[in-house]
């Protein structure tokens, strides 16, 4: 069936540095990627998205990568910060569907 | 804009009593999801309207699971009789458009039954 998995589900890392987030998806007639961030008691909140005709998309201290081959996908944030501390979610679609399958997310913490 | 609004933010209540989630979405949006978020099963999506009409449900667990959208501005989630299990958090989401795009959710409501 349809899953979205993630590698860590943990990841702490020093203020300053870069993060890297990995996912896994199974599905392949997904083209639609997207990443969530959730703070403790709030919703998951849209980062980034990406779609299957491309392998990069960046934004302000995010790049999305997406690796069609290995199913893979991860999301890169430059020069962490405290307010980065959040779980992170990523999650599949399709175009002309409406279904988005999340993953289990990952929890990234900050050191300062 | 506000964003997505919920309420009640927090609902405790005994097992069999109904309950009753509200959800006003973005206006202008014209596409609302249903989430039940747990630790062990994570964000499950309930259902999904687009123009006010229920679209899926195939995530709604049981028929003690209903929800409805009157108009554009408003949805309900509701659970009769509810029971120790649903307890979760449940999340309204708004989209602009249909199908896969990006959502928009609210603060979600903290259901615990007793």
């Known amino acids: 069936g349809e899953s979205v998995g993630l590698h860590l589900p943990t990841l702490s890392v020093q203020e300053g540095d870069n993060s890297i987030i990995n996912c896994a998806y199974s599905n392949s007639a997904s083209d639609y990627f997207i990443w969530y961030k959730q703070e403790s008691g709030k919703g998951p909140q849209f980062i980034i998205d990406?779609?299957?005709?491309?392998d990069k998309r960046q934004g302000q201290r995010v790049t999305v990568l997406l690796n069609k081959t290995v199913k893979h996908l991860s999301l890169q944030i430059a020069a962490t910060q405290p307010g980065d501390s959040a779980v992170y979610f990523c999650a599949e679609g399709h175009t002309g569907g409406f279904k988005t399958i999340f993953g289990a997310g990952t929890r990234l913490f900050v050191k300062a | 804009d506000a964003g997505v609004i919920q309420s009640p933010r927090h609902e405790v209540t005994e097992m069999g009593q109904e309950v009753t989630l509200r959800c006003k979405p973005i206006?202008?949006?014209?596409?609302l999801f249903w989430y039940r978020q747990t630790m062990m099963r994570g964000l499950e999506l309930l259902i999904y309207f687009n123009n006010n009409v229920p679209i899926d449900d195939s995530g709604m667990p049981e028929d003690r699971f209903s929800a409805k959208m009157p108009n554009a501005s408003f949805s309900t989630l509701k659970i009769q009789p509810s029971e120790p299990r649903d307890s979760a958090v449940y999340f309204c989401?708004?989209?602009?458009?249909?199908?896969?795009?990006?959502?928009?959710f609210g603060p979600g409501t903290r259901l615990t039954v007793t």
């Open positions: 989401a708004s989209s602009l458009r249909s199908g896969t795009y990006e959502q928009y």
């Open positions: 990406i779609r299957s005709n491309m």
């Open positions: 206006s202008g949006h014209n596409s």
